[in-house]
């Protein structure tokens, strides 16, 4: 549609221009008030070519704030939809049309009044149900704005964990009546003894014999049945958990602001991330095995009070003294658990810290270095752990002669009750009961074997929520403003620091960009070239000031919008793992391979990538070690000029490349820059030669602006710096500074 393109910067693809399904879901959206760009959805989706299904739908309007779902009408549905409206209509070919109205006037024929959300003038059409029929079977999509918070924007934490498992009610429901079926079950073998030896074995009778040996293969049968219907349901329902659980936190863990990851080391985010696999086992596993176990508490303790009221008080008064054993060891565990997780930790950091510095640890010979810090964080972890395994061995110490003296205890009572004048306990109840008792103890003993699990799972829960639970970066959640982003850009009296710092990156910092002009930035090491550079592309919120892209306020936009609109290519570039090509399109994964070599071709890439033996399908292996730092930075290059960005930042791009690879970037920076505004970074200021205008920074000032003539004049930062990497230009040593005016004019 024509109100949707327009509010797109970039120009949809074909793909997504032929995709009805993405600009009746962006009609329907901005219905509700919502804004969706047609190519965003494009891009974060892949959708390579024709119309995406109707589950891929439904994922987009969930993940951008309308609540969605599919259902089959029929045309004498249409009528009643009233507030329904607009909704969307699959029509049998794969298109999509939005029904935005339904006619049905006396006097006249029925007609739903359909748009084309291709349309360009957003023209309705009456059809009537004969022709609508025609191309369509009845498959349609309900959808309204969500304005309650979604599972997804929850804080993490033991309530989010049970809202998740309650998903599944259904699921854990038919878990439940499994389990409650298996406890009926539990009582059928103490029964079986009890009838041997109180009936059968006293009586002499066959007959009983033969109907307790059917009952038992009946029972056999059914209690193996119902236990693997239980064991299957719960794997389903715990592989349904583990998938929301992992995709919840790699969600949250990726919208986080830059500087958590800058102020935290890797190894203690990748520690505390990497416990939810005791979370996961703990719901999945022990806590929910100890939960349906202790269901069979429901059966069996009526039971064991049909059969002796006394025995039943003794066994329930050793259940609640294992209790008490369990509550006061939980406060002692805790704390334990928190030293072990302080040492793993460590550990943990320690091993990132040694991979990731591998290369100079090598050449610095600090292996036997590494080595003892090794020794001595592995020493830590061991001791915490040592400590924690200890303390959790003396509740079960002091719970097993417990757990065994319920058995004992049962049989020495009941025999003692068994042989008195009223004899209230026959010799098969007693070891009915027996058996019974010592079933109905193993959830008091579970329980206190899953006391460490719960204080590990605690812990766990705590790591994980210290990192998903941070504030998450504003501006990612497609609910900003998308202008069309052209280059023109504007800072007016901006000041940042960075968090820690004493003294501002920029202060007090001014000036405007016009659109397609090419800024160079230079100035020494901490003058802010580099913060300028991050602040645009909406790194940090927290400055003070204004900055305005095309006019609109940088904080207003949407920063998956905005960031789509710049290309950013800095000094040392990651690679992914994966193929050339694959990491050539990593911003857009619906580009064709003509659209691919054509940006390598102007990053000058092209002609390295097609001398190797698997040209663009050559894996790139990891760290890149398969390729050298030029190669790696024409890729880099290649990659941002692919989404063809409003905004091209080149931030000391070439400084680590050899001449001829410089040379290649250098000689296509004219090409490069058609079009777009592009800012240059560099310590190389006969790179910079070329710039319309150039920035001098120092302190975090702007300490000049002007080409490069101007500032050789004028600008006493610029011109030394100029000549001192340019000697040969230079009149020489024994001349004052004043001297160099000339040199420039010369």
């Given at each position: 549609?024509?109100?949707?393109?327009?509010?797109?910067?970039q120009?949809a693809?074909?793909?997504?221009?032929r995709s009805t399904?993405?600009?009746?879901?962006a009609?329907?959206?901005?219905?509700?008030?919502?804004?969706?760009?047609v190519?965003?959805l494009?891009?974060?989706?892949?959708i390579?070519?024709?119309?995406?299904?109707?589950?891929?739908?439904?994922?987009?309007?969930e993940e951008?704030?309308l609540?969605?779902?599919?259902?089959?009408?029929?045309?004498?549905?249409?009528?009643?939809?009233?507030?329904?409206?607009?909704?969307?209509?699959?029509?049998?070919d794969?298109r999509?049309?939005?029904?935005?109205?339904f006619r049905?006037?006396?006097?006249?024929a029925?007609?739903?009044?359909?748009?084309d959300?291709?349309?360009p003038d957003q023209?309705?059409?009456?059809?009537?149900?004969?022709?609508?029929?025609?191309?369509?079977?009845?498959?349609?999509i309900?959808a309204k704005?969500?304005?309650?918070?979604?599972?997804?924007?929850r804080?993490?934490?033991f309530?989010?964990?049970?809202?998740?498992?309650?998903?599944e009610?259904?699921?854990?429901r038919?878990?439940g009546v499994?389990?409650?079926?298996?406890?009926?079950?539990?009582?059928?073998?103490?029964?079986?003894?009890?009838?041997?030896l109180?009936?059968?074995?006293?009586h002499?009778?066959?007959?009983?014999l033969s109907?307790?040996a059917?009952?038992?293969?009946?029972f056999?049968?059914?209690?193996t049945?119902?236990?693997?219907?239980?064991r299957y349901l719960v794997a389903l329902?715990t592989?349904k958990?583990?998938?929301?659980?992992?995709?919840?936190?790699?969600?949250r863990?990726?919208?986080?602001?830059?500087?958590f990851f800058?102020?935290t080391?890797?190894?203690v985010?990748?520690?505390?991330?990497?416990e939810?696999?005791?979370?996961?086992?703990?719901l999945?596993?022990?806590?929910?095995?100890?939960m349906?176990?202790t269901?069979?508490?429901?059966v069996?303790?009526?039971?064991?009070?049909v059969?002796?009221v006394?025995l039943?008080?003794?066994?329930l008064?050793?259940?609640?003294?294992?209790?008490?054993?369990?509550?006061?060891y939980i406060?002692?565990?805790a704390?334990a658990?928190?030293?072990v997780v302080?040492?793993?930790q460590r550990?943990?950091?320690?091993m990132?810290?040694?991979l990731?510095?591998?290369?100079?640890?090598?050449?610095?010979?600090?292996?036997?270095?590494?080595?003892?810090?090794?020794d001595v964080?592995v020493?830590?972890?061991v001791?915490?752990?040592?400590?924690?395994?200890?303390l959790?061995n003396q509740p079960?110490?002091?719970?097993?002669?417990?757990?065994?003296g319920i058995?004992a205890?049962?049989?020495?009572?009941?025999?003692?009750?068994?042989m008195?004048?009223s004899a209230?306990?026959?010799?098969g109840?007693l070891?009915a009961?027996?058996m019974?008792?010592?079933?109905a103890?193993?959830?008091?003993?579970?329980?206190?074997?899953?006391?460490?699990?719960f204080?590990?799972a605690?812990?766990a829960?705590?790591?994980?929520?210290?990192v998903v639970n941070?504030a998450?970066?504003?501006?990612?959640?497609?609910q900003?403003?998308?202008?069309?982003?052209?280059?023109?850009?504007s800072?007016?009296?901006?000041?940042?620091?960075?968090?820690g710092s004493?003294?501002p990156?920029?202060?007090d910092?001014?000036?405007?960009i016009?659109a397609?002009?090419v800024?160079g930035?230079m100035?020494?090491s901490?003058s802010?070239?580099?913060?300028?550079?991050r602040?645009?592309q909406?790194?940090?919120?927290?400055?003070?000031?204004?900055?305005?892209?095309?006019?609109?306020?940088?904080r207003?936009?949407?920063?998956t919008?905005?960031?789509?609109?710049l290309g950013?290519?800095?000094?040392?570039?990651?690679?992914f793992?994966g193929?050339i090509r694959?990491?050539?399109?990593?911003?857009?994964r619906?580009?064709?391979?003509?659209e691919v070599m054509?940006a390598?071709r102007?990053?000058?890439a092209?002609?390295?990538i097609?001398?190797?033996?698997r040209?663009y399908?050559?894996?790139?292996?990891?760290?890149?070690?398969?390729?050298?730092g030029?190669?790696?930075?024409?890729i880099?290059?290649?990659?941002a000029l692919?989404?063809?960005?409003?905004v091209?930042?080149?931030?000391e791009?070439?400084?680590?490349?050899?001449?001829?690879?410089?040379?290649?970037i250098?000689?296509?920076?004219t090409?490069?820059a058609?079009g777009?505004?592009?800012?240059?970074i560099?310590h190389?200021?006969?790179?910079?030669?070329?710039?319309?205008?150039?920035?001098?920074?120092e302190?975090?000032?702007l300490?000049d602006?002007?080409?490069?003539?101007?500032?050789l004049?004028?600008?006493?930062v610029y011109r030394?710096?100029?000549?001192q990497q340019n000697?040969?230009?230079s009149?020489g040593?024994?001349?004052?500074?004043?001297?160099?005016t000339?040199?420039?004019?010369?």
């Amino acid at each position: 549609m024509h109100s949707t393109t327009d509010s797109d910067p970039q120009s949809a693809s074909p793909q997504a221009s032929r995709s009805t399904s993405l600009h009746a879901l962006a009609v329907v959206a901005r219905h509700h008030g919502l804004h969706l760009s047609v190519e965003q959805l494009h891009r974060d989706h892949a959708i390579e070519t024709g119309e995406p299904p109707t589950k891929l739908l439904l994922k987009m309007a969930e993940e951008n704030g309308l609540k969605a779902r599919a259902a089959k009408l029929r045309w004498k549905h249409l009528s009643r939809l009233g507030k329904a409206l607009p909704l969307l209509l699959r029509l049998r070919d794969g298109r999509t049309m939005v029904l935005v109205a339904f006619r049905n006037e006396p006097g006249s024929a029925s007609a739903a009044m359909l748009q084309d959300p291709l349309s360009p003038d957003q023209a309705c059409i009456a059809v009537d149900e004969l022709r609508l029929s025609s191309v369509w079977d009845g498959e349609a999509i309900f959808a309204k704005r969500r304005y309650g918070a979604r599972d997804e924007e929850r804080p993490f934490g033991f309530s989010w964990l049970v809202g998740q498992i309650l998903r599944e009610k259904r699921i854990f429901r038919d878990v439940g009546v499994s389990a409650l079926m298996l406890s009926l079950f539990a009582l059928f073998p103490p029964l079986v003894f009890m009838i041997v030896l109180d009936r059968v074995l006293v009586h002499q009778r066959m007959s009983t014999l033969s109907v307790l040996a059917a009952a038992i293969a009946f029972f056999l049968v059914f209690d193996t049945m119902f236990g693997y219907l239980r064991r299957y349901l719960v794997a389903l329902g715990t592989a349904k958990v583990d998938a929301r659980i992992s995709t919840y936190i790699f969600d949250r863990m990726i919208g986080l602001p830059i500087d958590f990851f800058e102020r935290t080391p890797t190894g203690v985010i990748s520690y505390k991330l990497s416990e939810v696999w005791r979370i996961r086992n703990f719901l999945t596993g022990q806590l929910f095995g100890t939960m349906l176990d202790t269901m069979t508490l429901l059966v069996l303790i009526p039971a064991m009070f049909v059969m002796s009221v006394p025995l039943t008080f003794l066994v329930l008064g050793v259940a609640m003294l294992m209790c008490l054993v369990v509550v006061a060891y939980i406060g002692p565990l805790a704390r334990a658990y928190g030293k072990v997780v302080v040492a793993e930790q460590r550990k943990g950091s320690l091993m990132i810290e040694v991979l990731h510095g591998m290369r100079t640890i090598k050449s610095l010979a600090l292996e036997s270095r590494k080595r003892h810090d090794w020794d001595v964080r592995v020493a830590e972890a061991v001791r915490a752990n040592t400590d924690m395994q200890l303390l959790a061995n003396q509740p079960q110490t002091i719970l097993q002669p417990l757990e065994k003296g319920i058995y004992a205890g049962t049989l020495l009572v009941g025999a003692y009750l068994a042989m008195g004048e009223s004899a209230s306990v026959f010799s098969g109840t007693l070891v009915a009961f027996s058996m019974i008792a010592s079933r109905a103890t193993q959830p008091f003993v579970q329980i206190a074997a899953l006391m460490q699990q719960f204080q590990e799972a605690r812990g766990a829960v705590f790591q994980v929520a210290s990192v998903v639970n941070q504030a998450p970066e504003q501006g990612l959640g497609r609910q900003g403003v998308r202008p069309e982003i052209k280059g023109d850009i504007s800072f007016s009296e901006v000041r940042f620091r960075y968090p820690g710092s004493q003294n501002p990156a920029l202060d007090d910092i001014s000036f405007s960009i016009e659109a397609g002009s090419v800024i160079g930035i230079m100035g020494r090491s901490g003058s802010g070239k580099t913060t300028i550079t991050r602040l645009l592309q909406g790194l940090h919120q927290n400055y003070e000031g204004l900055i305005k892209i095309d006019g609109v306020d940088l904080r207003e936009i949407d920063l998956t919008h905005l960031r789509s609109n710049l290309g950013v290519v800095l000094q040392d570039n990651f690679l992914f793992n994966g193929t050339i090509r694959e990491n050539i399109m990593a911003a857009n994964r619906s580009a064709t391979l003509e659209e691919v070599m054509r940006a390598a071709r102007l990053a000058g890439a092209e002609e390295f990538i097609e001398r190797l033996p698997r040209g663009y399908e050559t894996m790139i292996e990891e760290g890149s070690a398969n390729l050298s730092g030029g190669q790696r930075q024409r890729i880099a290059i290649a990659r941002a000029l692919l989404v063809d960005p409003s905004v091209l930042i080149l931030d000391e791009a070439t400084s680590a490349l050899d001449p001829d690879s410089e040379a290649i970037i250098n000689n296509n920076l004219t090409r490069i820059a058609q079009g777009r505004t592009m800012i240059v970074i560099s310590h190389r200021l006969a790179s910079l030669v070329g710039c319309d205008q150039i920035m001098v920074l120092e302190r975090g000032k702007l300490y000049d602006m002007g080409k490069h003539d101007e500032l050789l004049q004028r600008c006493d930062v610029y011109r030394h710096l100029w000549f001192q990497q340019n000697r040969h230009l230079s009149p020489g040593p024994a001349h004052d500074r004043a001297s160099l005016t000339p040199a420039a004019n010369t």
